[in-house]
């Protein structure tokens, strides 16, 4: 069935994104896409440090490639490596960054850690941002703390096509603490957004279309008086073909070449009375 190879290789794609996650999170991942090549695979891999990704003289590269082939059967896999370059719009990898840095400096500074990446968020043009912890923080009972700021989606098609959300795991030694990212890019058209212009802004764009206009004229005046033009030169050309097709025969007789006035001279000198010394001879 067409259905069960489809679902198949999705399933087997999630796999190859979640162990490329796994292998190279400590270098800033952000996405993984798969695509099919006559080639063979075609893995992209974006990342905030591609460098790390690489590793010296690709052997990174050269190990994630032989784990591919053993593990998912892959024949031909080519792996490429792309950067990320604004780091803070990018929800992954800012759940990463708080993830590492509880684990590096542990939960007693968790507040800051949240704080600061909100702000260095907002810094970068991001219109809303939230961020959840959700763990052992800082007590022995679990519970979740919650910072946000800014214009974020909650509902509707927007949060889920436009606002970029990630998750994220920090293991403690108290225990595990959950991350979770929500961002709004700046660069998001949103249904309920009106911008109000000037008179100033009314009267450019009035002279714009003007302007426009007049060339569109132009040009449409331009074209007219090519096809008149074309129009009369064709009509001229039949009209000289109809002329000579209506000539009698008599006058292309008189223009062929059989009568040319050279030999109707000749002939009539032929025909002249001769002379008297002619006469007086025959005598």
């Known amino acids: 069935m067409i259905e069960r190879d489809i679902?198949?290789?999705?399933?087997r794609e999630f796999e190859i994104k979640e162990f490329v996650a796994d292998k190279v999170r400590r270098s800033g991942h952000s996405d993984t896409v798969v695509k099919r090549t006559p080639l063979g695979e075609k893995i992209i891999v974006y990342?905030?440090?591609?460098?790390?990704?690489?590793?010296?003289?690709?052997?990174?590269?050269?190990?994630?490639?032989?784990?591919?082939?053993d593990k998912f059967g892959l024949e031909n896999p080519q792996i490429e490596v792309g950067e990320v370059e604004n780091i803070y719009l990018d929800a992954n990898i800012v759940a990463d960054m708080i993830a590492m840095s509880l684990e590096?400096?542990?939960?007693?500074?968790?507040?800051?850690?949240m704080h600061r990446t909100m702000?260095?968020?907002?810094?970068?043009?991001?219109?809303?941002?939230?961020i959840v912890l959700s763990g052992k923080l800082p007590s022995?009972?679990?519970?979740?703390?919650?910072?946000?700021?800014?214009?974020?989606k909650k509902c509707g098609e927007i949060s889920i096509s436009g606002v970029k959300k990630a998750k994220a795991v920090a293991e403690l030694k108290s225990g595990v603490i959950g991350v979770k990212v929500s961002i709004m890019p700046p660069d998001i058209k949103l249904p309920d957004r009106?911008?109000?212009?000037?008179?100033?802004?009314?009267?450019?764009?009035?002279?714009?279309?003007?302007?426009?206009?007049?060339?569109?004229?132009?040009?449409?005046?331009?074209?007219?008086?090519?096809?008149?033009?074309?129009?009369?030169?064709?009509?001229?050309?039949k009209d000289k073909k109809e002329q000579t097709d209506k000539q009698?025969?008599?006058?292309?007789?008189?223009?062929?070449?059989d009568n040319d006035p050279k030999e109707e001279k000749k002939e009539q000198k032929e025909k002249k009375p001769k002379s008297e010394n002619d006469k007086s001879e025959e005598k």
């Open 119 to 130: 702000d260095n968020v907002m810094r970068y043009g991001a219109l809303g941002v939230e």
């Open 194 to 237: 009106v911008d109000v212009l000037s008179e100033e802004m009314i009267r450019e764009d009035s002279m714009e279309e003007e302007k426009q206009e007049k060339k569109n004229k132009s040009k449409k005046k331009k074209k007219q008086k090519s096809k008149k033009k074309k129009s009369s030169k064709s009509k001229s050309k």
């Open 140 to 152: 022995s009972r679990a519970r979740s703390w919650r910072v946000y700021t800014g214009y974020l």
């Open 104 to 113: 590096r400096f542990g939960s007693q500074r968790f507040k800051a850690v």
């Open 7 to 11: 679902v198949e290789q999705k399933i």
């Open 47 to 69: 990342a905030s440090r591609p460098g790390l990704v690489v590793g010296r003289q690709g052997q990174n590269i050269r190990e994630l490639t032989q784990d591919l082939k």
């Open 248 to 257: 009698p025969k008599s006058e292309k007789e008189s223009k062929s070449p």
